[in-house]
């Protein structure tokens, strides 16, 4: 049999056996039987290759999510910059962005957890914004709070991201239902 079509059924069957199109033993005795033995040695390299990129990806979450807490407590604990902190969280933020754009970062499946961090530093930029010039107004504080959930609806019917469609969607009502409670007090 032609080494190209051996290797296009060893896929397919591999996709069977993933999807459980097929009960895995017998997938795993068509891939010994096409493979002729060989099939071993590939598997484990390919899982070694897989290992690696797991903890690659495992690595890099733990570095974004870092940085994130870092500017997030530097915005807090730095009171007497805020335009240095702001200005921080406003670069970090749109570095986060960029970096959604390349096709690697896409391919990785490291983006939605960009676009999570990326919302997370802009809600902390509203409330400090808020804490530093309007600080003790309510209603701008609630107007800032709206402005984020709508951009968070927005962007998860953009992106058809149903955690964002879900997230905007629930910090409405919990505002609309702070406001309704608040109102009869």
């Known amino acids: 049999m ?3 079509r051996k290797k296009m059924i060893i896929s397919e069957i591999k996709y069977w056996k993933i999807n459980k199109l097929l ?3 017998y997938c ?3 891939i010994t039987l096409y493979a002729q033995g060989e099939e071993e040695k590939e598997t484990k390299a390919a899982e070694g290759i ?3 990129e797991k903890r690659r990806y495992n690595l890099m979450l733990l570095i974004l999510s870092l940085l994130t807490i870092f500017v997030g407590v530097c915005m807090f604990v730095l009171i007497r910059h805020p335009e240095l902190t702001i200005t921080l969280t406003a670069i970090v933020s749109f570095l986060f962005l960029m970096s959604t754009l390349r096709k690697s970062t896409i391919q990785s499946d490291i ?3 960009l676009y999570i961090l990326t919302s997370f530093m802009l809600l902390l930029m509203s409330l400090k914004l808020w804490g530093v010039f ?3 107004q309510v209603m701008l504080l609630v107007g ?3 402005l984020n959930c709508v951009l968070w609806l927005f962007a998860g019917r953009l992106l058809k991201l149903l955690y964002f469609t879900i997230s905007g969607a629930a910090g409405l009502l919990l505002i609309i239902g702070f406001l309704l409670f608040h109102s009869k007090v």
């Open 28 to 30: 795993d005795f068509l």
């Open 23 to 25: 009960p895995e033993h």
């Open 134 to 136: 309007f600080e003790g």
């Open 2 to 4: 032609h080494p190209q």
């Open 50 to 52: 897989l290992l690696k």
């Open 144 to 146: 800032l709070l709206i």
């Open 111 to 113: 983006a939605p957890v």
